[in-house]
Structure formats: structure tokens, C-alpha cells
Nanobody, 125 residues
Framework: QVQLVESGGGLVQPGGSLRLSCAAS????????IGWFRQAPGKEREGVSC????????YYTDSVKGRFTISRDNAKNTVTLQMNSLKPEDTAVYYC??????????????????WGQGTQVTVSA
């Protein structure tokens, strides 16, 4: 059983940056593609980014391309989401999730096996 814990959320002004981390225990992330999702109040959960386990290839939803960067360190069992040029519409609870397999298969939440508890990101002046 893999446990995921997110950290790094907080309050930031528009244009600022945050760095989210997803730390795993109880198993190695080496065999999992890792996705970041977010859910704003009153909205459905949406996929933000995904990184494969085999080649580290990364994917981003259009609204964050050029601003967010996902990376992984399998030796440290962590995945990081660097978020720059933050906008108020980025405000949400951010979750990391693990999908057993080498490749990102998209953002269907039901494809992901393990989830963290989420971390709040608030972008406001």
C-alpha cells in the first residue's frame, strides 16, 4: 500500500511561485506514473500534469503549459510540481496520485490507484 503526502501549498500573490512535493511511503514510485490534479470549490477535479516512470516524459493541461513543471526523483521517492506565474484561477486543492504502470494514461481519476490528501493553493492579492 503506497501512501502519498503532498506539501508546499499556501497563499501566494498573483505572479508568484509555489513548489509542491509529493512524497511516497510504503512502496516505490519507480513503477508508477504520477499525476497532479486539482479541484476548485464547486468544480470537478481536473488533471494538471503527469510524469511517466519509464522515461520521465511529462504532460500538462493547456492552462498550465509554460508555467508549471513536473519532475521526479525516484531515489528520493518524490515528485515535485513547480508552479510559476500563478493566477487566481489556479486556486484549488492540489492532489498527487499514482497510477501503476510506466506511462501516463491520461487524467481519468479512476485510473489512479493511490491518492494523497491534498494541499491547498490559494492565489490572491
Amino acid at each position: 500500500q503506497v501512501q502519498l503526502v503532498e506539501s508546499g501549498g499556501g497563499l501566494v500573490q498573483p505572479g508568484g511561485s509555489l513548489r509542491l512535493s509529493c512524497a511516497a511511503s510504503g512502496g516505490t514510485l519507480e513503477y508508477y506514473a504520477i499525476g497532479w490534479f486539482r479541484q476548485a470549490p464547486g468544480k470537478e477535479r481536473e488533471g494538471v500534469s503527469c510524469i511517466s516512470s519509464s522515461d520521465g516524459r511529462s504532460y500538462y493541461t493547456d492552462s498550465v503549459k509554460g508555467r508549471f513543471t513536473i519532475s521526479r526523483d525516484n531515489a528520493k521517492n518524490t515528485v515535485t510540481l513547480q508552479m510559476n506565474s500563478l493566477k487566481p484561477e489556479d486556486t484549488a486543492v492540489y492532489y498527487c496520485a499514482a497510477d501503476y504502470g510506466y506511462y501516463c494514461s491520461g487524467y481519468d481519476p479512476y485510473e489512479y490507484d493511490y491518492w494523497g490528501q491534498g494541499t491547498q493553493v490559494t492565489v490572491s492579492a
